[in-house]
């Protein structure tokens, strides 16, 4: 059964609207945990334009399962990282001007750039997770790397305008996850999951973990954090019940 991390960016990404305190993403992560995520993820970004470092280092403190920092490749995120110590680290490719992550890590090309970064983090005993498009020759990359474990991205899927295209896409995550699976790889795949398609990738036998962020805090807007979190556990149980 796929477990649930959620992602609380778009709590600070509320709060930085109008450069107030308030809402605290420090309580959204407690709410979210009790609610039942296996996880709690933040992404410090280099422009820091939602979660900021002191959000991190009060989240480190207050999590009870397990905090994964998504985090660009980059010596000041990894001297940040090394610092707090997060459970798990995710390397993500980011650019300045984009609304969020467009795609995976291109592993392939940045192999030993990867490895040294994975190298270091190591060091510090953290876990490293490499968000990759899902694609068999980054999914081998991830392995030359060293990785502990892969995060396969769905924003293609989710994206997807029509039902074959949407099929085409779900047919590549499914043979990803089952190519990382047969590595040995932990699997976790996510972005731009919601409501209404994460029953097709919590199906997969091969996906240990989902994540998942915006959706639930767009649907927390209605119904409330804790009620958000729990209807999507509840989606992600049913699809492998079925």
């Given amino acids: 059964m796929p477990k649930l991390m959620v992602n609380i960016d778009h709590v600070a ?3 930085e609207a109008r450069r107030t305190f308030y ?3 420090v ?7 009790l609610a039942g995520a296996s996880g709690i993820i933040v992404h410090l970004r280099e422009d820091r334009r939602h979660i900021k470092d002191r959000d991190l280092r009060l989240i480190r403190e207050v999590v009870h399962t397990k905090l994964n920092l ?3 490749a980059t010596d000041e995120m990894v001297r940040i990282a090394k610092e707090i110590r997060p459970d798990m680290v995710t390397l993500v490719p980011e650019r300045r001007e984009e609304l969020t992550t467009e795609g995976g890590l291109d592993v392939y090309a940045l192999l030993e750039k990867i490895k040294g970064v994975l190298e270091s983090l190591k060091e510090s005993g953290i876990a490293v997770n490499l968000f ?3 694609e068999e020759r980054q999914i081998e990359a991830a392995k030359r790397a060293l990785s502990d474990m892969v995060e396969i991205h769905t924003g293609l899927f989710s994206e997807a305008r029509s039902e074959i295209e949407r099929k085409k896409e779900l047919e590549k995550i499914v043979n990803a996850a089952k190519k990382a699976k047969d590595l040995g790889f932990s699997v976790n795949a996510g972005h731009g999951l919601h409501y209404d398609n994460v029953k097709d990738v919590a199906s997969i036998p091969y996906i240990d973990e989902l994540s998942i962020g915006h959706s639930i805090i767009a649907r927390a807007v209605f119904v409330g954090l804790e009620r958000a979190v729990k209807e999507m556990i509840a989606l992600i149980e049913s699809a492998r019940r079925q």
């Fill in 27 to 33: 309580y959204a992560a407690g709410i979210c945990e």
């Fill in 23 to 25: 809402p605290e993403p």
């Fill in 132 to 134: 990759v498009d899902p």
């Fill in 70 to 72: 998504e985090m660009a």
């Fill in 13 to 15: 990404t509320l709060r």
